[in-house]
């Protein structure tokens, strides 16, 4: 027989909670190598949802990753872009969140997932950290590990359900920029979550095929599911429609913000469908997307790197 819960949150009922995404993130510093931060920024979006920044002065990347919390068990989806405790005490952090929302939440049981939007290295970095966490799953983010552990049969149009315990995600497969590339329906929260499918930022397209066919059926799911805010893994994007800061900055003062509308998402769909046969860097207004290697357009950003590092040394 089942354990009784202590204290059950109802997250069935109603329309998606209110949530605060009143938040400035730590956009790192002028200086390269400068911490003005600590290594991993949490926000309670509501006192079931958090989100983490790693800090851009421990890695450019600076992922942001996500803690849902149900009545039975909890989910993280990624673990960042470093490895190394000492510089990203993703544990501690997690640790800290859970036990805090243990302590008003009590109960003797209580299990952690963690899994990946997609399997690039600044998503996954952080799992060594996990492996050997008591009552937590480390999902290896291979399409086999990721298929199996959901429990997709038709990937990747399926959508499958994980239940955190009366906190039902809906999962389905976005391909396109990475083979094993998930997306999160939070209903609670109203987030949908698109990892490095779309973001206000630069789009790395490998497969364009796919990667139209996952956001045609991301703008279904948002829509038909009414989600609030569509929230990615990165900011790449100045405030600047089309601006975007060159790739390895370490400091954006005037970024986009992170939380991205179904109109946004729908525009970047209807973006990729009209660049679909047209290989290259393709600017607009929030995203930029790469269709291809896009070999020029990276060497333009490693010069336009240097030329911003050089200019915040300059006196």
Known sequence: MAEPLASTVDFASGPPSPVSLDVVWDHGS???GEHVGPPIQVHAADPHTFILRQSKSVH?????LYLFCGNERALLLDTGATSDPADFPLRPTVDAILEGWLAEHPRQHYELVVAHSHGHGDHVAADGQL???PDTTVVAPDLPSVQA???FTAWPQEIVRLDLGGRVLEVTGCPGHHPA??????????FLLTGDTVYPGRLYVDDMPSYAASLDRLVDLARSRRATAVMGCHIEMSRTPGRDYPRGSTWQPDEAPLPMSVAQLAAVRDAALAVADRPGAHARDDVIIFN????????????????????????
């Open 292 to 315: 291809g290697p896009c070999r020029a357009a990276m060497a333009r950003q490693t010069l336009r790197l240097w030329w911003s590092t050089l200019r915040r040394r300059m006196p």
């Open 181 to 190: 590339s998930i997306a999160v329906l939070d209903p609670w929260s109203g």
């Open 30 to 32: 002028r200086r390269r």
């Open 131 to 133: 492996a050997d966490r």
């Open 149 to 151: 552990f959901f429990g």
């Open 60 to 64: 450019y990347e600076a992922p942001f």
